[in-house]
């Protein structure tokens, strides 16, 4: 199959909200997942499409995506081989949404979709430009945990990600996530990561830009299923992509999120 997306089908005139699925392996999980997410936004009155980026998946990924899609128009797919990497699935859903607002979420729905609600409101009314879920946080309910080491690592792993790439931000790689469209087209052609920590230069990236980002607690349940295990070899290459990332941006000093949401006319 060839390397480049595949072409999605057109669009309505107005949408207002995109969601971005990346996926790999993902059958059953959309299963489950596709339906509570279109039935919270047509309760809450939103144009939306939903958007499942296959990542080079091995299983029906696709052909689940495909027929879901028969039922609900809204539903896209976007769809390339070999595998590259969530950081690549994640950038290309969401340069092609066209939503006003564009959120990105995990196939596992570890942060359900009502959580969004309170990331909308601060984009919508709270004078922010981005919104992101958070486990590190005051009021965040982290219901199941991980594995002690990787508790150890990500602690490890988030301290030096603040120290060498973007303060500010407690946790940088929770997967739920919510911008405008303009902050995403912005932002993602610059994200050069195709792994899992994607999410870290994309902070950077916008606090490099300005723009204001909102910090929220969410609720969080850890899947045992997860599509990106642990293991030495990943955490020393996870390592090296943090420096890496570093090197691309040409981040000497840390660069400082922006935290405080815009003024208002009163």
Same mark, same amino acid.
């Given at each position: 199959?060839?390397? @480049?997306?595949?072409?999605?089908?057109?669009?309505?005139?107005?949408?207002?909200?995109?969601?971005?699925?990346?996926?790999?392996?993902?059958?059953?999980?959309?299963?489950?997942?596709?339906?509570?997410?279109?039935?919270? !936004?047509?309760?809450?009155?939103?144009?939306?499409?939903?958007?499942?980026? #296959? =990542?080079?998946?091995? =299983?029906?990924?696709?052909?689940?995506?495909?027929?879901?899609?028969?039922?609900?128009?809204?539903?896209?797919?976007?769809?390339?081989?070999?595998?590259?990497?969530? &950081?690549?699935?994640?950038?290309?859903?969401?340069?092609?949404?066209?939503? #006003?607002?564009?959120?990105?979420?995990?196939? =596992?729905?570890?942060? *359900?979709?009502? %959580?969004?609600?309170?990331?909308?409101?601060?984009?919508?009314?709270?004078?922010? #430009?981005?919104?992101?879920?958070?486990?590190?946080?005051?009021?965040?309910?982290?219901?199941?945990?991980?594995? $002690?080491?990787?508790?150890?690592?990500?602690?490890?792993?988030?301290?030096?990600?603040? !120290?060498?790439?973007?303060?500010?931000?407690?946790?940088?790689?929770?997967?739920?996530?919510?911008?405008?469209?303009?902050?995403?087209?912005?932002?993602?052609?610059?994200?050069?990561? @195709?792994?899992?920590?994607?999410?870290?230069?994309?902070?950077?990236?916008?606090?490099? %830009?300005?723009?204001?980002?909102?910090?929220?607690?969410?609720?969080?349940?850890? @899947?045992? #299923?997860?599509?990106?295990?642990? =293991?030495?070899?990943?955490? !020393?290459?996870?390592? &090296?992509?943090?420096?890496?990332?570093?090197?691309?941006?040409?981040?000497? $000093?840390?660069?400082?999120?922006?935290?405080? *949401?815009?003024?208002?006319?009163?």
């Amino acid at each position: 199959m060839s390397g @480049d997306p595949t072409t999605r089908g057109a669009e309505p005139t107005t949408i207002g909200l995109s969601v971005v699925i990346p996926a790999y392996n993902e059958e059953e999980r959309l299963k489950r997942a596709i339906p509570p997410i279109v039935r919270h !936004l047509r309760a809450a009155n939103r144009t939306f499409e939903i958007i499942v980026v #296959d =990542d080079g998946s091995q =299983d029906g990924t696709s052909a689940v995506t495909k027929k879901l899609a028969e039922s609900l128009p809204g539903l896209q797919l976007i769809s390339y081989r070999p595998n590259r990497g969530k &950081g690549s699935a994640v950038r290309a859903g969401m340069l092609a949404a066209v939503g #006003d607002l564009v959120l990105f979420t995990d196939a =596992d729905q570890s942060t *359900p979709i009502g %959580e969004l609600d309170q990331l909308l409101a601060k984009i919508e009314h709270g004078g922010y #430009d981005m919104a992101i879920g958070s486990r590190a946080i005051a009021g965040a309910e982290v219901e199941e945990t991980q594995g $002690w080491h990787r508790v150890l690592a990500a602690k490890l792993f988030g301290g030096a990600s603040r !120290l060498l790439t973007v303060r500010g931000i407690a946790d940088t790689q929770c997967g739920f996530k919510c911008m405008t469209r303009e902050v995403a087209q912005k932002v993602f052609p610059q994200v050069t990561s @195709d792994t899992a920590i994607f999410d870290i230069e994309m902070l950077a990236v916008a606090a490099r %830009e300005g723009y204001r980002i909102a910090e929220l607690p969410v609720t969080w349940v850890h @899947d045992q #299923d997860t599509r990106i295990p642990y =293991d030495l070899r990943r955490a !020393l290459r996870i390592w &090296g992509e943090l420096f890496r990332i570093r090197r691309a941006q040409k981040i000497g $000093w840390p660069l400082q999120a922006n935290t405080q *949401p815009r003024r208002t006319a009163s």
